[in-house]
């Protein structure tokens, strides 16, 4: 009984943790990403996609055609805000809490930096997108990290995905695509473009600061010694190797596949330490982004 109470107090303090480090790691990841769309994106009036890129389109059509500013933070919280309902009487309370902090917050915060941010690099639109995707991406990768979101297309892709025979990720390029259309016939096919590229820069980088800069080999060795393959990995690499249980189907015949993890400077060693137990294995290496566990990074550890 002791132990169980222990057990749930512990696990109460772990998620207390957490639910701290990731909504401070979601208002870092917001101001940052704020401060991207005020510094560069939004004065050079580049629409990179989602809510926030058809706000900035919505502003300068307002500006120019009818002389009318409206805050662009506004016109995303009244954006995400209609979808937010959409998306509650459509699945229900599902969204979480995090969900609705990340809009609010995010647009608070455009509106509130507006004024102190710089225009940055309002000579040079390339510059300007490939700064501005950087910063965006670095802050709502730290978003995503968190386990959050600030709204927008991946709530019209979650509404969408059960409608249509596509993927949440392609409905999201998709949404992105019909914002670009409207930024090109409001602001020009140019300046839509630019937009464009930054939505690219902005997603790899989002995918660089969830995976991490580190890239590790992930190696599957199909020979036929298996077993002191898998021997000199372990003692002479230190690595952990696991069997796996293969069949060749043009032999027919039953096999053993190895299957280990190294790190970059390892795939020489592992390659040349292949070789000499089995000089015909067939290897396959491939790039691994995170790897989590004994020998490597800490399971929960940045999570």
């Not at 919280?77 to 995010?106: D, E, F, P, Q, R």
């Not at 802050?139 to 995905?161: C, E, P, S, Y």
């Not at 990720?169 to 630019?194: C, F, K, R, S």
Request: net charge neutral; hydrophobic share 50%.
């Amino acid at each position: 009984m002791v132990k169980r109470i222990l057990t749930k107090a512990n696990a109460a303090t772990v998620l207390k943790h957490r639910r701290v480090r990731d909504y401070t790691f979601m208002t870092v990841g917001i101001l940052i990403t704020a401060w991207g769309l005020n510094a560069f994106l939004i004065p050079n009036k580049l629409a990179a996609g989602g809510v926030s890129g058809l706000a900035t389109v919505f502003y300068y059509l307002f500006q120019e055609q009818f002389g009318v500013t409206v805050p662009i933070g506004m016109q995303m919280l009244v954006m995400n805000g209609i979808l937010l309902v959409l998306g509650i009487s459509k699945k229900g309370w599902h969204y979480g809490a995090k969900t609705v902090y990340g809009m609010i917050a995010m647009s608070v915060a455009v509106d509130a930096l507006a004024p102190f941010t710089p225009h940055l690099a309002s000579h040079d639109q390339l510059l300007a997108v490939l700064y501005g995707g950087a910063v965006t991406g670095i802050g709502m990768g730290l978003v995503f990290k968190a386990r959050g979101n600030t709204g927008g297309t991946d709530i019209v892709a979650q509404l969408l995905v059960e409608k249509v025979n596509l993927g949440i990720g392609q409905l999201m390029l998709i949404a992105d695509a019909i914002v670009t259309l409207v930024a090109a016939v409001v602001l020009g096919p140019d300046l839509a473009l630019y937009g464009a590229v930054a939505v690219f820069v902005m997603g790899a980088v989002i995918d660089l600061v969830q995976e991490g800069l580190s890239v590790d080999k992930a190696a599957f060795i199909i020979c036929d010694e298996p077993g002191r393959v898998a021997d000199a990995v372990m003692h002479q690499l230190g690595r952990g190797a696991t069997g796996l249980v293969a069949k060749g189907l043009y032999s027919g015949e039953a096999r053993e596949m190895v299957f280990t993890v190294v790190s970059r400077r390892e795939i020489g060693s592992l390659k040349a330490l292949v070789h000499a137990v089995d000089p015909k294995a067939f290897v396959v290496i491939a790039d691994v982004h995170e790897v989590l566990g004994e020998g490597f990074k800490e399971i929960g550890a940045g999570q």
